[in-house]
C-alpha cells in the first residue's frame, strides 16, 4: 500500500455535509472575495478588434518552460478574440490603474476596443496591446484552451516580458488596494 492510499484511506467525512450535495456558487464567491489577488489586464487583437477583461486569475503556470495560466469566462467577450488572434498580453496593473482596470471589467459600458481609451499601448513579440506603463507586461501565445464549465483555462507560452517600476494593484473584499 502507497502512502497515499493508506492517507487515503484514513480520511473521514464531515457528518455535517451532506453527500453529493452541491455547494452554493454565492457561498463560493463570498469566500473568494476574502483572498486578495493581483490586478491583471488581460488584452487581445489588433484595432478595433481588441477585447480585454480584467482578472485576478493571472499566474505562472511554470517558469520552466515559460508558461501563464489565465482563467477566462466562457461568455467574455475577450475569450472568442484571444481565441482568433491566438495572442494576448498579462499586464500588472499598478496602483495607478484602478481606473483602467474598472473600464477592462466592463464597469461604464465600455467594450472592445473603447476600453483601451485613455492609456498608452504598445507592442511587443506577439503584437497583442502591452500598457506602457505596466508594472510588469508578459506576452504570450496562446499554447491551449481547456474549456471547463462556465470557464476556459487559458495556457499561454511565454513570448516576451517588459517590467517597469512601481507596486501592483490588488482585489479583496470587492475593492482595489494598493499595495503602497
Given at each position: 500500500m502507497t502512502i497515499q492510499t493508506a492517507h487515503l484511506l484514513n480520511l473521514r467525512t464531515d457528518p455535517r455535509i451532506e453527500p453529493g450535495l452541491e455547494v452554493d456558487p454565492q457561498s463560493l464567491k463570498e469566500a473568494l472575495r476574502q483572498l486578495a489577488g493581483g490586478v491583471s489586464i488581460i488584452t487581445t487583437g489588433v484595432d478595433q478588434e481588441r477585447a480585454g477583461a480584467t482578472v485576478t486569475s493571472a499566474t505562472a503556470l511554470s517558469v520552466h518552460p515559460p508558461r501563464m495560466l489565465v482563467s477566462l469566462n466562457k461568455t467574455s467577450s475577450t475569450w472568442p478574440v484571444l481565441h482568433k488572434y491566438g495572442t494576448f498580453a498579462v499586464n500588472v496593473?499598478?496602483?495607478?490603474?484602478?481606473?483602467?482596470?474598472?473600464?477592462?471589467?466592463?464597469?461604464?459600458?465600455?467594450?472592445?476596443?473603447?476600453?483601451?481609451?485613455?492609456?498608452?499601448?504598445?507592442?511587443?513579440?506577439?503584437?497583442?496591446?502591452?500598457?506602457?506603463?505596466?508594472?510588469?507586461?508578459?506576452?504570450c501565445e496562446l499554447e491551449e484552451a481547456i474549456e471547463r464549465h462556465s470557464h476556459v483555462l487559458i495556457i499561454g507560452r511565454v513570448l516576451a516580458i517588459r517590467s517597469n517600476e512601481g507596486l501592483s494593484l490588488a482585489y479583496v473584499n470587492g475593492g482595489y488596494h494598493r499595495l503602497d
Open positions: 496593473a499598478g496602483a495607478h490603474h484602478e481606473q483602467l482596470a474598472n473600464q477592462f471589467a466592463g464597469m461604464g459600458g465600455l467594450k472592445g476596443a473603447e476600453r483601451y481609451n485613455g492609456a498608452d499601448w504598445t507592442s511587443l513579440v506577439s503584437g497583442a496591446p502591452i500598457l506602457a506603463d505596466a508594472v510588469a507586461a508578459i506576452d
